[in-house]
Nanobody, 117 residues
Framework: QVQLVESGGGLAQAGGSLRLSCAAS??????MGWFRQTAGKEREFVSS????????YYADSVKGRFTLSRDNAKNTVYLQMNSLKPEDTAVYYC????????????WGQGTQVIVSS
């Protein structure tokens, strides 16, 4: 059974930091990443990382503040979020795919991040 299990969400103050983790089980993936969603809005891309970890992409809104890394031995990715802003408040979803050129086809259950001003 394939699972993506997120952890690390919670409450932080503006300017603070949080680290999200996503542990995958059941298979290995090519690209993994994070999306986020707030009420009434579409899910938006945050960041992604290649299987080797050598290629990462970031949304402009988080570039320079968030860092995505992965540990293939643990089949886990980590999203380090620094200099948090209230607008980072959202449910964060881990995503993964098996084919680099295909859409993300595996999703976690989501973890809430709340940033207070």
């Amino acid at each position: 059974q394939v699972q993506l299990v997120e952890s690390g969400g919670g409450l932080a103050q503006a300017g603070g930091s949080l680290r999200l983790s996503c542990a995958a089980s059941g298979r290995t993936f090519s690209t993994m990443g994070w999306f986020r969603q707030t009420a009434g809005k579409e899910r938006e891309f945050v960041s992604s990382i290649s299987r080797s970890g050598g290629t990462t992409y970031y949304a402009d809104s988080v570039k320079g503040r968030f860092t995505l890394s992965r540990d293939n031995a643990k089949n886990t990715v980590y999203l380090q979020m620094n200099s948090l802003k209230p607008e980072d408040t959202a449910v964060y979803y881990c995503a993964a795919k098996t084919v680099v050129t295909a859409p993300f086809n595996y999703w976690g259950q989501g973890t809430q991040v709340i940033v207070s001003s």
